[in-house]
């Protein structure tokens, strides 16, 4: 089992384009504000609660491994429970390697929100002012798809194209099946769940930015949070600390999925819980960066969800706390037999992170532990999210 967090982190290897900010974010120091919040202590009482909580799936044998990391106002706390990958007795640390899925999304949202602000794109600007010469885009009448539409999945494209014969799926096949693609209704007007969109808000990004998706995501959103492990490809030393992900049957997953380059966008990051903390503290405006007048972007209503009670941010999403009157905002994620889930509330200063390397709910995991933190009675479950499906089975 792993103790209460420290946030304090070392240097490890990093790309060159986010070495410079690194070193400067180390320098000034990542500060944490005060947070306002009732629930500033996590009681030991709580703190078995999560416990019980968090290690059932590795007790029952529903994963090999699992991990939690809470934020309650001012406290942290972290747990690991199992091993990293079957038979090596491995027990998952802070700096574990995890893939997190469809929660690259957020960060994918980051980056349009941060170039928004500095004016290199806009919400309502047509995609069709960022794809490469000769490719149409998809509308519907005179409605165009916006960059907007992409980020709130309300683009009219599908989860998915059709895959049909297809091992990797690269940019050009990407976008002639866009080209392809009849939209059946307006873009703006309802909501579906689009990896295929946040795949093309990513590429848009890439060439309003003029960089590639890794290197903006470390220049631009790990650099000033001082996350030093998240990025696409791994190095020499991050490899050494992955887990394994499994399938459902228990058989190893390699790190691979059949819409990845295309989509590396919309689900291929890989992260440590150390780092993810960071990235929970900055969501719960508890990071004092210049990226924190992004926020209110990111965690804006900007459209109805699949539910009636439902909103959905900048990829994130929302919907209330069954019995309170608070939101919860959250994503979870599923890539190469790796299961993620991060959510919390901004009323009370409380979030969750849950990775585990083999399909378990830990959306309800991390549901369960909110409602602990929250003062809720678990005994009310909260209603089904408009979760993807493992990436990884097809």
């Not at 019980?52 to 809470?70: C, D, F, L, R």
């Not at 794109?121 to 005179?142: E, F, K, M, S, T």
């Amino acid at each position: 089992m792993i103790g209460r967090a420290s946030l304090a982190f070392g240097m490890r290897r990093i790309s060159r384009s986010a070495a410079a900010a690194i070193a400067l974010a180390l320098a000034w120091g990542i500060a944490l504000a005060a947070a306002a919040s009732v629930y500033a202590e996590i009681a030991a009482e709580t703190r078995a609660r999560i416990d019980e909580v968090a290690s059932a799936p590795v007790a029952h044998g529903q994963t090999p491994a699992i991990m939690v990391g809470v934020i309650s106002g001012g406290d942290r706390m972290i747990r690991g429970f199992g091993e990293t990958a079957l038979g090596s007795g491995t027990r998952p640390t802070t700096t574990t390697e995890w893939e997190i899925g469809s929660v690259t999304k957020t960060f994918t949202a980051t980056l349009l929100a941060l170039y928004v602000r500095r004016g290199v794109v806009h919400y309502a600007d047509p995609l069709q002012r960022y794809v490469p010469a000769g490719v149409i885009v998809p509308r519907y009448g005179n409605r165009q798809i916006t960059l907007l539409d992409l980020a709130t999945h309300t683009s009219g494209l599908p989860k998915d194209p059709d895959l049909s014969g297809v091992r990797h799926l690269d940019t050009d096949a990407m976008y002639q099946r866009l080209g392809a693609y009849r939209l059946t209704r307006p873009p703006g007007e309802s909501f579906e769940y689009s990896n295929w969109g946040f795949a093309l808000l990513a590429h848009a990004l890439e060439r309003a930015a003029g960089d590639d998706y890794q290197s903006l995501v470390e220049r631009e959103i790990c650099a000033p949070l001082g996350m030093i492990d998240t990025r696409i490809d791994l190095t020499p030393a991050e490899i050494a600390r992955q887990a394994q992900g499994y399938s459902p049957e228990g058989i190893a997953r390699p790190h691979d999925n059949v819409t990845w380059p295309a989509f590396n966008g919309a689900g291929a990051l890989r992260s440590t819980m150390e780092d993810l903390m960071r990235y929970l503290a900055f969501n719960l405006g508890q990071t004092k960066t210049s990226l924190g007048t992004l926020l209110p972007d990111l965690h804006k209503r900007w459209h109805r969800g699949g539910r009636a009670d439902a909103w959905v941010g900048l990829a994130w999403q929302m919907a209330p706390m069954r019995g309170t009157a608070r939101t919860i905002i959250w994503k979870n994620g599923a890539a190469s037999g790796f299961f993620s889930y991060l959510g919390f509330v901004r009323e009370t200063g409380t979030g969750v992170i849950v990775l585990a390397n083999r399909k378990i709910a830990a959306r309800r995991i991390g549901l369960r532990i909110l409602r602990i933190l929250n003062g809720a009675a678990i005994t009310i479950e909260e209603p089904p999210g408009d979760m993807e499906d493992d990436e990884s089975r097809r």
